[in-house]
Nanobody, 120 residues
Framework: QVQLVESGGGLVQAGGSLRLSCAASGRTLSSYFAWFRQAPGKEREFVSRISRSGSGLYYADSVKGRFTISIDNANTVFLQMNSLKPEDTAVYYC???????????????WGQGTQVTVSS
């Protein structure tokens, strides 16, 4: 079982920055961690992925060049979000998996989500 706890969401103006954190714990830690987001009325979408070793970085085209994913030795996953846009507004979820997929259904464990709101 893996537990994931997100933090760091909030309200920010367009062009601003936020840093999300995801603390992972449990007896069996997954091989990959990812961030997904879900805006009201929309399906959950992939944002970024990283392996437990810090390799295997992958970004959605919509965030490439603005968001950076990283992981530390304590298995905390970060998502640095710069140049935020109103369309980045969503609930952001941390997830973990033993596979390297990009679809929500491929992830076994999920955090509770943290709200990110970007005002114009």
């Amino acid at each position: 079982q893996v537990q994931l706890v997100e933090s760091g969401g909030g309200l920010v103006q367009a062009g601003g920055s936020l840093r999300l954190s995801c603390a992972a714990s449990g007896r069996t830690l997954s091989s990959y961690f990812a961030w997904f987001r879900q805006a009201p009325g929309k399906e959950r979408e992939f944002v970024s992925r990283i392996s437990r070793s810090g390799s295997g970085l992958y970004y959605a085209d919509s965030v490439k060049g603005r968001f950076t994913i990283s992981i530390d030795n304590a298995n905390t996953v970060f998502l640095q979000m710069n140049s935020l846009k109103p369309e980045d507004t969503a609930v952001y979820y941390c997830a973990s998996s033993f596979s390297s997929g990009l679809l929500p259904g491929e992830y076994n464990y999920w955090g509770q989500g943290t709200q990110v709101t970007v005002s114009s």
